[in-house]
């Protein structure tokens, strides 16, 4: 079986339910399973420490999910154009797997919620590929094949799954948005399987 990391961090819960629309696109895949992961918020506090296992939701990444998995979804809300600081300070515990090239030859998808159209959901797919670029992971992102990437409205780029939740973050997932959720993830793990032929 060929396992997928989803990996994303989400406050509000979009990004949280877009991973779950990319898994749903993995395990459309025969020989394909999602792994879904999290990863703890950061304190500017020193002293501060998360429990070991989160409360609720998803389990905590460890970086042994990079060495199993076959692909990786990585998602994201935007934070100022760019990714949030908890997935890039987990980006930044990864040099260990960087030196031995564990990630390298692998695909990687990239996905994002974002508050307003032109806010940054592009700059935030954009800039999130660049970590793993010096991973060497192969970016795999949407073909215009898929129609909703030009009937959409809000969200879903050539670069990625994006959905845009609006000033009060409160616009529901659209059903372009889902279908390119599912799309990205059904792409990723049929990459990721003829890749590991
Ligand atoms: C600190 C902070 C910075 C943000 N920066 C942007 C931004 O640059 N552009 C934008 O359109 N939305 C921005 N937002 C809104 C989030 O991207 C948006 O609410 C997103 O849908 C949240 O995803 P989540 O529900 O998975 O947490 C920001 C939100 C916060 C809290």
């Known amino acids: 079986m060929s396992e997928i990391l989803i990996l ?5 819960g979009a990004v949280n339910e877009m991973a779950q629309l990319i898994a749903r696109g993995v395990e459309s895949v025969s020989g394909a399973k999602a792994r879904i992961r999290t990863v703890p918020k950061v304190s500017a506090s020193y002293e501060a420490t998360e429990p070991e296992v989160p409360a609720k939701g998803d389990p905590y990444v460890e970086l042994k999910d990079l060495e199993e998995c076959t692909g990786l979804a990585l998602g994201s809300p935007t934070r100022f154009g760019n990714m949030a600081a908890p997935m890039k300070y987990f980006l930044d515990s990864t040099v260990g797997q960087w030196l031995k090239g564990t990630l390298i030859g692998k695909p990687a998808a990239v996905f994002t919620s974002t508050g307003s159209m032109h806010g940054g959901n592009e700059t ?3 800039t999130m590929m660049l970590p793993l670029m010096h991973h060497g992971m192969l970016i795999v992102g949407l073909p215009y ?3 909703a990437l030009s009937s959409t409205k809000s969200g879903g780029t050539p670069y ?3 959905h845009i939740g609006g000033a009060m973050d409160d616009k529901p997932i659209s059903e372009d948005e889902k279908k390119l959720c599912i799309a990205l993830g059904s792409r990723l793990a049929e990459i ?3 890749l590991e032929k």
């Open 145 to 147: 094949s898929e129609p």
């Open 192 to 194: 990721a399987l003829k």
């Open 160 to 162: 990625g799954a994006s």
């Open 8 to 12: 994303y961090y989400s406050q509000g």
């Open 124 to 126: 935030t797919l954009m």
